[in-house]
C-alpha cells in the first residue's frame, strides 16, 4: 500500500489503488500527470478550506482566527484580490506564482504570513496569480490547508485563479456579514461551475461575520444573531450545510497573541469608568475617538477598537467588572479566554472539526474522484484508452459507496426550503437524517451502537416508505424518493457486507 493510501480513509485508500493500478498502463501523457496530481495530493495530511464571500466580508480576518496567528492581511485592499494559500512549512516563506509561469520563493513577514507592503513580493499584484504562505503553524500540520480568496461582489469578478483555487479545494466557508438571496444565488452559480471539481453543497458551511456590527455594535449580538443564522441556514440549505455566526475581529484578537498586557492594563482603566458614561463615550467611533476626557490616550483608544471593536471592549470591561465583584483580577490571558468565548470562533471550529474534518475522506475522495474521471479522457491510444476507461468504470462502482451516495440527497434540502419539493412531517425528518447522518445508523435514526441487523432492518423499512412515494403524482416528490430508496438501498447491502 502507497504512502498515500496509508495516509487515508477507505475511500481516499480506494482511489489511491486504482489509481496504483493504472499508472503503469499510461504513457508519459496528460492522464499520467493527472493520475500523479491526484496521488500528489491525496499524500498530503490535511484538508483544503477554501474561505470565500463577498468582497470586505472578513474573509482574511475569519482566516487568522482559524489560524490563531495574524497571517492573512486584513487591512491592504491589494492582498485582497489575492488568492493566498496557507500551509504547513518549518520554514516561514512566500511563494509567488505569476501568471507567465514564474514562481520563486521571498521570505515572510516577522513570525509568518504576508507582508504589508506588496513591493516585498517582488511583481506587480497584476502580474501574481496566487501566493502559497508556508508557516510554522499547528494548525496547519495535519488539520487543514486554507486558502483565502478574492471577495465576490459579483460573478462575473470571480476570475479563472480564484474559481480554480475554490474548485481545488475539498470544502468552502462561505463568509457574509449579512447573507441575502444574491448569497444563495452566487454560491448556486459557483456550485454549478465548480461541481466538475469537486464543489457541492455537502461540503460548504455559512460563517455570518462580523456580528458584533449587529444592532447599536456595543450590546450583547448573540440573541439576533442566532435568529440571523437560523433563517439564513433554511435559505442556504442544500447549497450549505449551515450557518454560524461569528464575531471575527474578536475571535481573531481572542485567538492570537497581538493582545497584550499593556491592552489589559488599558481596559482596566476603562472598566472603572461608569458605565453609563463608557456607553455614552463609545456610542459612534467618533465619539470614542474625541474621548478626550477619558482615561486613555487617543492611541490607546485607536489600538483597542483595532483589536476588539466597539462590542469587544464592551465585553472586555464587562468581564473585569465580574471579575472585581467576586474579589478577583482577571489575568490577560483569562480576559482572553472569556472574549474567545463570546466571538463564537469555538462553535465554528467545533463545526468545521465535525463536518468538514471529520467528513474529510468523503470530501477528498469527492475531489480525487471528479479528477480523475476528467483524466480517464485522455487516453493518446488505444492501450491508454482501454486503461482508464477500465479505470472509469471502477470509479463509478466507488461512486456507489453510501457516503457518496449520500451526497446525491443534499439538493433534496434545497428544494424543501424553497418548496420545490413537499413532503409531509414524517418523510422530512426521514429526509433529514439520510441525508446529514454521519454513520449509517444516524442516518437511519438508530443510535450508535445499533448492530448490523439493526441496520439492514430500518433500512429495508426505510426502502419501503420510499418506494411508496415513487408513484406519487408529483415529480419532485418521485425524483428524491427515488434517490432516498437507492441510498437506503446503499445502507443495507454496507451493512449485509460488514462494511468496508
Known amino acids: 500500500m502507497t504512502a498515500a493510501a496509508q495516509a487515508n480513509g477507505v475511500l481516499c485508500s480506494r482511489v489511491c489503488s486504482l489509481c496504483e493500478t493504472v499508472r503503469p498502463l499510461l504513457g508519459s501523457g496528460a492522464a499520467l500527470c493527472k493520475v500523479d496530481a491526484v496521488l500528489d495530493r491525496l499524500s498530503e495530511p490535511a484538508v483544503r478550506i477554501a474561505v470565500g464571500g463577498r468582497l470586505k466580508a472578513g474573509k482574511s480576518t475569519l482566516v487568522n482566527a482559524l489560524l ?21 512549512g518549518h520554514q516561514n516563506r512566500i511563494e509567488v506564482r505569476c501568471h507567465d509561469g514564474r514562481v520563486y520563493q521571498v521570505p515572510g513577514e516577522p513570525g509568518g504570513g504576508i507582508p504589508r507592503d506588496l513591493s516585498k513580493l517582488g511583481a506587480a499584484r497584476k502580474e501574481i496569480a496566487e501566493l502559497v504562505v508556508e508557516v510554522a503553524n499547528q494548525h496547519l500540520v495535519s488539520a487543514y490547508t486554507i486558502v483565502d480568496t478574492p ?23 462561505y463568509v457574509t456579514p449579512l447573507p441575502g438571496e444574491s448569497d444563495k444565488e452566487a454560491l448556486d452559480e459557483l456550485r454549478k461551475q465548480a461541481q466538475a471539481h469537486g464543489i457541492s453543497a455537502v461540503n460548504v458551511l455559512g460563517v455570518l461575520s ?22 439564513y441556514a433554511d435559505l442556504l440549505a442544500g447549497v450549505a450545510i449551515g450557518v454560524v455566526p461569528v464575531a471575527g475581529l474578536l475571535a481573531q484578537t481572542a485567538t492570537g497573541d497581538e493582545f497584550t498586557e499593556a491592552d489589559t492594563a488599558a481596559l ?7 458605565e453609563d458614561d463608557l456607553r455614552t463615550a463609545i456610542f459612534s467611533l467618533d465619539t470614542f475617538e474625541a474621548w478626550t476626557d477619558g482615561p486613555l490616550t487617543r492611541s490607546e483608544r485607536r489600538r483597542l477598537l483595532a483589536l476588539l471593536g466597539r462590542y469587544g471592549i464592551m465585553a472586555g470591561c464587562s468581564a473585569i467588572q465580574g471579575a472585581q465583584a467576586h474579589g478577583r483580577t482577571l489575568a490577560t490571558a483569562e480576559l482572553l479566554a472569556v472574549l474567545r468565548s463570546q466571538s463564537g470562533i469555538d ?66 434540502l434545497a428544494d424543501l426550503a424553497s418548496g420545490q419539493l413537499q413532503l409531509h412531517d414524517e418523510a422530512v425528518q426521514a429526509l433529514d437524517c439520510l441525508a446529514l447522518g454521519d454513520s449509517p445508523a444516524s442516518c437511519l435514526r438508530l443510535p450508535g451502537a445499533a448492530d448490523e441487523g439493526a441496520i439492514r432492518h430500518a433500512a429495508d423499512e426505510q426502502i419501503r416508505f420510499w418506494q411508496e412515494r415513487e408513484w406519487w403524482p408529483s415529480l419532485s416528490v418521485r425524483r428524491w424518493a427515488r434517490e432516498a430508496r437507492e441510498f437506503c438501498e446503499a445502507l443495507y447491502f454496507e451493512a449485509e457486507s460488514g462494511g468496508p
Open 268 to 274: 482596566r482603566r476603562l472598566a472603572a469608568v461608569n
Open 347 to 412: 462553535e465554528l471550529a467545533s463545526r468545521v472539526n465535525a463536518q468538514l474534518i471529520g467528513s474529510a475522506d468523503r470530501l477528498r475522495a469527492t475531489a480525487a474522484i471528479a479528477a480523475l474521471e476528467h483524466a480517464s479522457y485522455e487516453g493518446q491510444n488505444p492501450a491508454e484508452a482501454a486503461a482508464l476507461e477500465s479505470m472509469r468504470a471502477a470509479l463509478l462502482q466507488l461512486r456507489r459507496h453510501w457516503l457518496l451516495r449520500q451526497a446525491r440527497l443534499i439538493p433534496a
Open 210 to 231: 462580523r456580528i458584533d456590527l449587529h444592532g447599536d455594535g456595543i450590546s450583547d449580538p448573540w440573541p439576533d444573531a442566532k435568529r440571523i443564522a437560523a433563517r
Open 68 to 88: 490563531g496567528q495574524r497571517l492573512a492581511a486584513t487591512d491592504v485592499l491589494e492582498c485582497t484580490l489575492l488568492v493566498a494559500w496557507f500551509r504547513y
Open 151 to 173: 471577495g465576490i461582489d459579483s460573478l462575473t469578478g470571480l476570475d479563472d485563479i480564484a474559481l480554480a483555487a475554490l474548485a481545488r479545494a475539498d470544502a468552502l466557508l
